[in-house]
């Protein structure tokens, strides 16, 4: 019995979601057939398998994240059968998880047979760290030690020794009056203690105790719109009192806490990282972005003119093939814009060599994958290369190599009809441009107003590394070379 555990396939990643299993438990599964598909923060990537067997256990479910080092699945491959280990999900047996095999649906496989393991990648072990676990979402802590003899209360939420859905008996009167030393209640141990459990859609349980739930219904206050400052998260008399005081809340507001429809999105993969980047970004690099609009009439004449060359008949020429290659040109004209800030080395690493990214939307979020050595390609190989990024985002199969490793990025803002933007840096870069749209606009030409085909670029900087003045020089080559496209003959 071997297990396959989940392998770092990216740059240090920690974790994946397992998107899709290929196999079920009882399948057959060959070396390097494809098992599993995994979303890293960075891509969806295919798991090969690298044993062959019987599928003995699927030790993690589909949607479910995993930390990088734990086991995954489970294949008899004819040894001697060993206990599935793993985490704690990753540690029930086969028929726990619904899926026991007999003894005859374990073919046998003579020694000879088998193959060696091809898969070239894998964890070392004792290199897992497993990640400090988060608290409940209900709010349930480890009791800790009192010095009392009662029984802690149960905070988690769920009846104890009796069951919160009977009937509460209460008193007829209202408790006599607590010291004032109590009144934020800090203990909640006995039974004359106990805190109930409030259910409240979207927010978990409610602690509260039975005189506080007794206060704020005598009050007319609804104790799931409030926030409680007591021990573990419980509501307060203060906090029911305050609540009278406090001015009414807003009409949008008190119409979202009556139940209206509201949709959370958990924040993971590829948004995650793409979040996380962009504020790192935001708040490192102190960015400056400049904009020109540009007469792109001769640029539209030159892409109708290539679509008609037999070496572009099977490839897609847009626009932005002229914007890569002017951005490409104006890069070796300017080589500090396509440099990079080490912070940790204070120093600034200029590149001798090009890997263009190209910001693409895909349903999984922003990806930003590069041509690698962009500059060295000849414009219908860039055009190839371009289509081929283009389509491998849109399916969704971008892999973490290509994301990585990026000197410069433009990001294609024309295409959702947008004139011009402030583009935020791909971590790592010191440049991005943004290409807006293209259309019909009056412009001076020779002394007279005519309609003209007009966009928009909009260059953002680290203005640690480019100063104002290599920033213009840079946006205002690219337009010159998109006003008129001999100009990247002349300076390519």
């Known amino acids: ?61 589909e949607g479910e994240t995993v930390d990088v080092g734990r086991p995954i699945i489970s294949v008899d491959d004819g040894t001697d059968p060993g206990p599935v280990s793993g985490s704690a999900s990753g ?12 003894d005859d649906m374990v073919p046998s496989l003579p020694k000879e047979e088998r193959q060696p393991v091809l898969v070239g990648y894998g964890v070392k072990m004792g290199t897992a760290k497993r990640r400090a676990r988060k608290p409940s979402p209900t709010g349930s802590a480890e009791p800790s030690a009192r010095p009392s003899t009662e029984p802690p209360a149960d905070l988690s939420g769920e009846p104890s020794a009796r069951s919160y859905a009977e009937p509460v008996a ?17 203990v909640l141990t006995g039974a004359a203690a106990a805190v109930e459990t409030i259910a409240s859609p979207g927010r978990g349980a409610i602690l509260a105790k039975p005189p506080v739930r007794k206060l704020a219904r ?54 995650k990282a793409t979040a996380q980047a962009m504020v790192t970004s935001a708040f490192t690099a102190p960015h ?41 040109v104006a890069a ?24 263009l990214g190209i910001a693409a939307a895909t349903p999984r979020g922003l990806l930003v994958p590069n041509v690698k050595d962009a500059h060295a390609l000849s414009l219908p190989d860039l ?28 990001t294609n803002v024309g295409v959702f009809g947008v004139d011009a933007g402030t583009p935020i840096l791909n971590p790592g ?41 290599l920033g213009s020089l840079f946006l205002r080559d690219i337009g010159a070379m998109l006003q008129d496209p001999l100009r990247m003959l002349a300076w390519g």
Not at 91 to 102: D, F, K, N, Y
Not at 219 to 229: E, F, M, P, Y
Not at 332 to 355: F, G, L, S, T
Request: with cysteine.
């Open 218 to 271: 005598d009050l007319g206050v609804d104790l799931t719109a409030l926030t409680g400052t007591g021990p573990q998260g419980s509501i307060t008399r203060d906090d029911v009192h305050s609540a009278i005081d406090a001015p009414p809340a807003p009409a949008a507001a008190r119409a979202v806490r009556a139940g209206a429809d509201e949709e959370r999105i958990p924040v993971k993969g590829v948004r």
């Open 332 to 355: 070796r004209r300017y080589p500090m814009i396509n440099a990079a800030w080490d912070e940790a080395a204070q120093e600034i690493v200029v590149k001798h060599y090009v890997n």
């Open 429 to 469: 870069e010191s440049a991005i441009l943004a290409f807006g749209q293209v259309r019909d606009m009056p412009w001076v030409v020779d002394g007279q107003i005519v309609p003209r085909k007009v966009c928009t670029l909009a260059l953002s900087f680290d203005h640690r590394v480019v100063d104002g003045e």
């Open 91 to 102: 540690s029930e047996s086969a028929s726990e998880r619904g899926a026991a095999l007999t």
């Open 288 to 328: 400056v972005t400049e904009f020109l609009q540009v007469d792109v009439t001769e640029t539209m004449d030159a892409v109708r003119r290539l679509r008609q060359l037999p070496d572009f008949s099977e490839v897609k020429v847009s626009p932005l093939l002229l914007v890569a290659k002017a951005v490409l």
């Open 170 to 186: 209460r008193p007829s009167a209202e408790p006599p009056a607590r010291p004032s030393a109590w009144k934020s209640e800090p």
């Open 383 to 410: 055009a190839r290369a371009l289509g081929a990024l283009a389509e491998t985002a849109r399916a969704g199969r971008t892999q973490p190599a290509e994301m990585a490793g990026g000197t410069i990025t433009i």
């Open 1 to 61: 019995m071997k297990e396959f555990k989940l392998p770092d396939v990216g740059e240090g990643l920690t974790e994946a979601e397992i998107v899709r299993w290929h196999v079920k438990v009882g399948d057959l599964v060959k070396v390097n057939q494809i098992i599993v598909e995994i979303e890293t923060a960075k891509a969806v990537v295919e798991l090969p398998c690298p044993f062959e067997g019987v599928v003995a256990a699927l030790m993690a479910d």
